[in-house]
């Protein structure tokens, strides 16, 4: 009587380790998380199926910034410290690897009351578009002090317009043509011939 009683919890026992076991393969097809939680500071225990990098990107999306993942192998611990160098980590790389395996269970340390906020993609890099500060623009050039601007157009013949008489020849540019000749009474009085056509402007020809 009481041996049967036992044998029916050992059955409900039996299955309900299977019911678990079967749970655990539907989520490891899931999720790389095979078994555990990842806590947000402090010790978690985890099967992982995966890299150690992932399990710490995978880790900070759940506010954990992963310290260090700790394993046994013969009864020892070895330890896995993220971010180290190389060196540090040879051991445990050479004794168990960084791709962990789902049928080992190891230890995960999350840094304590350093809980970082959890990323919507864990995955994010720093934006290829940022780019450094470019050069700042050179400020504009001052003028010298000493340098004097241009003087504003001249008005002032270059020849007395009732002096000798003059031809187009005698002036450089056609704007100088042009004062003297209105200086001379032009358009209405063309004393020295620089409108020959009549239409008021001196000496077309010259530049
Ligand atoms: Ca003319």
Redo the contacts with the bound molecule.
């Keep these: 009587m009481g041996q049967r009683r036992l044998a029916g919890l050992g059955a409900i026992a039996i299955g309900a380790v299977l019911a678990m076991a079967v749970g655990l393969a539907a989520q490891a097809q899931e999720s790389p998380l095979v078994m555990g939680v990842i806590p947000t500071e402090g010790l978690g225990l985890v099967a992982w199926e995966g890299t150690i990098d992932d399990l710490a990107i995978e880790a900070a999306g759940d506010g954990c910034r992963l310290e260090s993942v700790w394993a046994t192998v013969g009864g020892q611990f070895i330890g896995y410290t993220v971010g180290a160098p190389d060196f540090v980590n040879a051991n445990f790389e050479s004794r168990i690897g960084t791709t962990l395996r789902a049928s080992r269970t190891v230890l995960l340390v999350c840094a304590e009351g350093e809980r970082v906020a959890p990323a919507p993609t864990a995955t994010a890099t720093p934006s290829p578009t940022s780019q450094p500060p470019g050069p700042t623009p050179t400020a504009s050039p001052t003028r010298s002090p000493g340098a004097t601007p241009a003087p504003p157009f001249s008005t002032t013949p270059l020849y007395d317009p009732f002096g000798p008489d003059l031809s187009c020849s005698d002036f450089p540019t056609q704007a100088d043509a042009q004062i003297l000749f209105e200086a001379a009474g032009g358009p209405g009085v063309d004393r020295h011939g ?11 020809e010259l530049p």
């Design positions: 620089l409108d020959p056509d009549g239409d008021g402007i001196a000496c077309e």
